[in-house]
């Protein structure tokens, strides 16, 4: 066969399935979302703790007995202090990409429940550590449940939702993230005053969502797409069935059917996304996260409690101004669900990032100002100012695009890897940051907030150059865009197209961009399926 590449029209199918937001889809909507609120703890989490002077006596009494003279900016420069924090995105990143291999290979909730193990398992070690150790330790393990966690939550909600409310999911664990990182924070706050265990408490109430994610998951039913896959065809229409409320939902367990038939005669997705012909998604899916952690935002998500003492604030006011902008952090998240699919991706993108690189200009500017004048109460008050509008600007912007984007881009074919890969970078970029800035602290002191607005600029130029708007755009027309509209991409594609097995999909997206430009394929879906046999 001259490698069957069958392009439908059908009036958009997605308009085809039947069925609505189900009690059922909301229950596992939040269930999965307790994969979210747990990244966003064990994110939210170390700095209080780190702040914690029951914390530093117990595990690092060099910093604890610190004299009150000391440079403030060095006081935490620590290299097993910072492994504390980082090394669980140093596992996470393992487990992001072995969570592709489980969550194809044993299903969705089999990886969900993995999750809940480890972090059962981590919580326990951390919050009974008598050693560093036993701390580093308890973090790996709950790294592990971070990386299979957050590969297989946003998969299970993009399979179980109806597509109608498909991006608003996507945004929403996102948003379980901030959250996360506001309870951890709030927590740390209430804990501070309680004498000897306030920090351990802190670590076991992560237990409660990882409950929750347990126990949720074992009740919860695999996706459909998951059963089908692994040859559960009857079992995956009843589920299937039952998450829409209703009896018809042939087309879409159809296309299900079809697109679990794509990926199980294509070539590893791996290899697939290696091929010239998925540079751009491959470069994307990389790009977005590794610039996403070189904003700078973890550095403030993971210390702010110390850099607001370094900007002259007392250890308890430090904790509070920290929930102050966890707060800002899930607020400024919630604008983004809003807007996203109004305003656009790449709007949202470049506001974002000019509010970002003024407002760390502004830090830069004041912190060395105020090393100039120490204990200025307004001048340590504008700087956690400055760095609540820049939290706002993160939020509405990079925290939720560079998960979103990276999902919108890659095709059927490479959606897997390309979302494995995009967590991958995300986090082993986390535990560079994590492991490095309380030193980059130390030595560049307020220019290191110069080094993060440099990476801003590059950021916003490289969405600016190569990162095409997807608002509004169905998800299977996206690459028609990038291989046949974009300056840089369609050139780069082209060198790939008749030099490798993809020139089917080339030309299949060839026809559906065509069709985009002539302005008829708004409702044009563009199903590719293509005959492996006969590529191979
Ligand atoms: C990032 C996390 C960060 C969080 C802050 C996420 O998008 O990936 O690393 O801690 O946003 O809200």
Redo the contacts with the bound molecule.
């Keep these: 066969m001259g490698g069957a590449v069958i392009i439908t029209e059908v009036q958009s199918r997605h308009e085809l399935y039947e069925g609505k937001t189900t009690v059922a889809v909301i229950l596992i909507a939040t269930v999965a979302a307790c994969g979210g609120l747990l990244?966003?703890y064990d994110?939210?989490i170390m700095g209080g703790i780190t702040a914690n002077p029951d914390y530093q006596a117990k595990f690092f009494p060099n910093i604890a007995k610190h004299p009150a003279d000391v440079n403030m900016f060095c006081k935490y420069d620590d290299h097993i202090l910072s492994l504390v924090t980082s090394c669980l995105y140093l596992s996470a990143a393992a487990a992001a990409l072995m969570g592709g291999w489980t969550s194809n290979k044993y299903g969705r909730k089999f990886t969900m429940v993995c999750a809940g193990v480890f972090f059962g398992i981590g919580t326990v070690l951390v919050a009974a550590a008598v050693n560093v150790e036993m701390l580093v330790a308890g973090r790996v393990v709950l790294g592990f449940g971070v990386g299979l966690a957050t590969q297989a939550t946003p998969l299970y909600l993009t399979e179980m939702a109806p597509h109608n409310i498909r991006g608003a999911l996507n945004v929403m664990f996102?948003l379980a993230?901030?959250i996360g990182?506001f309870a951890a924070q709030g927590i740390n706050f209430g804990t501070l005053n309680i004498p000897d265990y306030g920090w351990r408490l802190s670590f076991a109430l992560g237990g409660v969502p990882a409950l929750l994610l347990f126990c949720g998951s074992l009740l919860l039913p695999d996706t459909p797409n998951s059963l089908v896959a692994r040859g559960k065809v009857e079992e995956g229409l009843a589920i299937l069935q039952r998450i829409r409320g209703c009896e018809d939902v042939h087309s879409e367990f159809e296309d299900i059917q079809k697109a679990v038939e794509t990926n199980r005669s294509s070539k590893s997705a791996y290899c697939t996304i290696l091929g010239r012909r998925y540079w751009p998604q491959l470069s994307i899916c990389i790009l977005l996260?590794f610039f996403?952690?070189f904003s700078g935002?973890?550095a403030v998500?993971?210390f702010s409690p110390q850099m607001f003492e370094a900007a002259g604030q007392e250890s308890s006011e430090a904790m509070m101004s920290t929930v102050i902008m966890g707060s800002v952090?899930v607020a400024s998240?919630l604008v983004a669900i809003l807007l996203v699919d109004r305003l656009g991706r790449r709007f949202l993108f470049f506001q974002g990032g000019g509010q970002m690189l003024c407002c760390l200009a502004a830090v830069a500017a004041l912190i060395h100002y105020s090393a100039l004048s120490p204990n200025n109460e307004q001048l340590a008050a504008t700087v956690i100012a400055f760095i609540c509008i820049y939290?706002a600007g993160?939020?509405w912007s990079?925290?939720?695009l560079?998960?979103l984007v990276p999902s919108e881009i890659a095709t059927i074919e490479t959606r897997a890897a390309g979302t494995a890969i995009a967590t991958c970078t995300?986090f082993l970029f986390?535990f560079l940051i994590g492991q490095c800035f309380l030193s980059m602290l130390c030595s560049m002191t307020w220019g290191v907030f110069l080094f993060f607005a440099g990476f801003v600029v590059l950021m916003t130029a490289f969405v600016g150059l190569f990162v095409p708007e997807t608002k509004g755009v169905p998800v299977e027309e996206v690459d028609a865009l990038i291989v046949t509209e974009h300056w840089f991409w369609s050139r780069v594609v082209k060198g790939a197209a008749g030099s490798d097995s993809s020139q089917e999909s080339f030309e299949s997206s060839q026809v559906s961009a065509s069709a985009v430009a002539s302005g008829k394929a708004t409702r044009l879906s563009v199903l590719v399926e293509i005959d492996q046999e006969n590529k191979l």
């Design positions: 990244l966003g994110n939210g996102q993230v901030t990182i996260p996403q952690q935002i973890n998500m993971f952090n998240t939290v993160f939020a990079w925290g939720p560079a998960w995300n986390t």
